[in-house]
């Protein structure tokens, strides 16, 4: 098969995976095949901590690898990386091949991990770096027998890489759309409702302006550091568990929405926060994570006025003339209800005139079926 073919099924594969993520072990798969690869894959490390795992296991694609020295590197030999020490400057988004530190070989590194799996050539790729450290990499290793990567490769994985950096961005806007689809599903009229974006940490994202106007305005005290701030600590301690509750269920597992209503800190209506995360397998292993998960802010719906309030607003009745057609409802005369009720009959007579003026109605039988037919 032509080369050019292999890198156009890869390409293909790598677009696919932004609706079906479980085929990046076929782009590795492939991958592995096209560049005689003895080991290959895309991982997220924390190059800011000394243990560089990150906290799901399903941020990583590996082909090849011995999982016994998979554990060793989280657990030791992942201190010793040479390509990966802050002073190697390695630029994020474009390949490097071992030829960058012609002094990898001499060490510990190498020795007693690269070695024994016959990893004698590598190329690399840092597809995405966030500030917080977590930084998403591609990385190829070669027995000495394949020999080192040549230029027209690493032309052919740049290519590549790129596409595969495109589609973790594609995927992670994808995402986000499902995630408020899933939000406004079921909602009905959510025009009144806000949207606040969460990333893996449970850091804030993005925030549209109704979220940002609920939520306390613009400038916005109700985001510090990142994070999503309410008046009430009693609140944002529930709010901080709900977060990270929803956030640390298994990557393959679709949480339930939860929600917890909220007082504001200027009065108002209480607030409605529902946490949508993300569907099952949809997580990144993109530098970010991408949104694992929305919030939907709204106000809590004042409560339903009673029937005879709603009547007494379509009509514009005053409180004393609702009273007297509700009491009227019974059959009872008009004489009967103005006593019932404490009023003169002259004052009933003068209501009751208002009150069919305001219906449209002349007699009590027209009356009683004018207000039960609302």
């Not at 990893?119 to 027995?143: C, K, P």
């Not at 408020?180 to 974006?197: E, K, N, P, Q, Y």
């Not at 393959?252 to 939860?258: T, Y």
Request: net charge neutral; glycine share 8%; proline share 5%.
């Amino acid at each position: 098969m032509p080369t050019h073919r292999q890198d156009m099924l890869i390409l293909d594969l790598v677009y696919e995976t932004i609706d079906q993520p479980d085929l990046w072990s076929d782009v590795v798969a492939r991958l592995v095949e096209r560049f005689r690869l003895e080991a290959g894959g895309f991982c997220t490390q924390n190059t800011h901590q000394t243990d560089g795992r990150m906290a799901d296991s399903d941020l990583a694609v590996l082909e090849g690898y011995d999982p016994l020295m998979v554990d060793r590197y989280w657990e030791h030999f992942y201190r010793l990386n040479p390509f990966l020490r802050p002073d190697a400057s390695l630029p994020v988004g474009a390949v490097f091949t071992d030829a960058v530190n012609p002094d990898w070989r001499r060490g510990e590194f190498y020795e007693d991990w690269c070695r024994p799996q016959r990893f004698d050539h590598a190329a690399a790729q840092f597809l995405q770096r966030e500030e917080n450290g977590a930084t998403s990499i591609a990385v190829l290793w070669r027995s000495a027998q394949a020999g080192a990567f040549v230029p027209d490769e690493t032309v052919a994985l740049s290519a590549i890489m790129h596409h595969a950096n495109r589609a973790l961005t594609l995927r992670s806007r994808l995402l986000e759309s499902e995630l408020r689809l899933g939000a406004l599903d079921g909602t009905g009229d959510a025009r009144g409702a806000g949207f606040v974006s969460l990333g893996r940490d449970g850091r804030v994202r993005e925030a549209d302006a109704t979220a940002r106007r609920l939520l306390g305005g613009t400038p916005d005290p109700s985001f510090r550091a990142g994070r999503l701030r309410l008046a009430m600590p009693a609140e944002q301690m529930q709010l901080d568990a709900m977060i990270a509750q929803a956030l640390a269920q298994p990557l393959r597992s679709a949480g339930a929405p939860a929600s917890l209503t909220v007082s504001r800190g200027g009065g108002g209506r209480p607030l409605i926060l529902t946490l949508f995360t993300t569907l099952p397998g949809r997580r990144s292993f993109a530098a970010d994570g991408g949104t694992c998960a929305v919030l939907r802010v709204e106000e809590q719906d004042e409560p339903a006025p009673a029937f005879g309030e709603r009547v007494r607003r379509l009509f514009g009745l005053t409180p004393a003339e609702m009273r007297l057609a509700e009491a009227l409802q019974t059959g009872g005369s008009l004489r009967e209800v103005a006593d019932q009720l404490g009023i003169a009959y002259e004052t009933a007579r003068s209501q009751l005139k208002m009150v069919f003026q305001k219906t449209g109605t002349r007699r009590q039988k027209d009356l009683a079926l004018r207000l039960t037919s609302r």
